[in-house]
T-cell receptor, first 118, second 111 residues
Framework: DVKVTQSSRYLVKRTGEKVFLECVQDMDHENMFWYRQDPGLGLRLIYFSYDVKMKEKGDIPEGYSVSREKKERFSLILESASTNQTSMYLC?????????????????FGPGTRLTVL | GQQVMQIPQYQHVQEGEDFTTYCNSSTTLSNIQWYKQRPGGHPVFLIQLVKSGEVKKQKRLTFQFGEAKKNSSLHITATQTTDVGTYFCAGWSSGTYKYIFGTGTRLKVLA
């Protein structure tokens, strides 16, 4: 079974703190994604990566950065957390290269991290 | 900006009733994928449609991809309490090279 794990299920941070969310997948997938999920807005893509050290901005990258030093690990960084970044953060992975026929591969999601910024 | 909207946002049905959620994109999509997220869980892939006008069935679930590849629907016949959750569509926009999720439809089934 594909397994995508995230470092924390729940996290509480203070405004201005630097926050790291870690995601690890064990299926040797090329693509990894970070989404945030908010009621009524669905899942919005923050960043994705199709290879080690490669990253692409999604729809809402402002206030976030990412790091992919190893194929299995994709980190989301909030440089200075703000209250409007309180949300559920979901990591996902999929095989193949982003774009073209490989974009048709299903995504496998981690359990999510519910982040509260006070 | 580019959007994929789903209607309705919420739906409550009695067990045994049918349910349909509609997915509408502002741009043409290369494919449509459907995911189900149980309460407290994460999205899980259900199915993918690629061809214009394609229809696929999974037991009580029927999925359609529109002729113009800008809309899709998921229909559940005779809902059961196990169908509870949020259903998302998602697709790859060939124009903008982005993968986009819909806003989701939350289904509640009353026993």
């Amino acid at each position: 079974d594909v397994k995508v794990t995230q470092s924390s299920r729940y996290l509480v941070k203070r405004t201005g703190e630097k926050v790291f969310l870690e995601c690890v997948q064990d299926m040797d997938h090329e693509n990894m994604f970070w989404y945030r999920q908010d009621p009524g807005l669905g899942l919005r893509l923050i960043y994705f990566s199709y290879d080690v050290k490669m990253k692409e901005k999604g729809d809402i990258p402002e206030g976030y950065s990412v790091s992919r030093e190893k194929k299995e690990r994709f980190s989301l960084i909030l440089e200075s957390a703000s209250t409007n970044q309180t949300s559920m953060y979901l990591c996902a992975s999929s095989p193949g290269l982003a774009g073209g026929s490989s974009s048709y591969n299903e995504q496998f999601f981690g359990p999510g991290t519910r982040l509260t910024v006070l | 900006g580019q959007q994929v909207m789903q209607i309705p946002q919420y739906q409550h049905v009695q067990e045994g009733e049918d349910f349909t959620t509609y997915c509408n994109s502002s741009t043409t999509l290369s494919n449509i994928q459907w995911y189900k997220q149980r309460p407290g869980g994460h999205p899980v892939f259900l199915i993918q449609l690629v061809k214009s006008g394609e229809v696929k069935k999974q037991k009580r679930l029927t999925f359609q991809f529109g002729e113009a590849k800008k809309n899709s629907s998921l229909h559940i016949t005779a809902t059961q309490t196990t169908d509870v959750g949020t259903y998302f569509c998602a697709g790859w926009s060939s124009g903008t090279y982005k993968y986009i999720f819909g806003t989701g439809t939350r289904l509640k089934v009353l026993a």
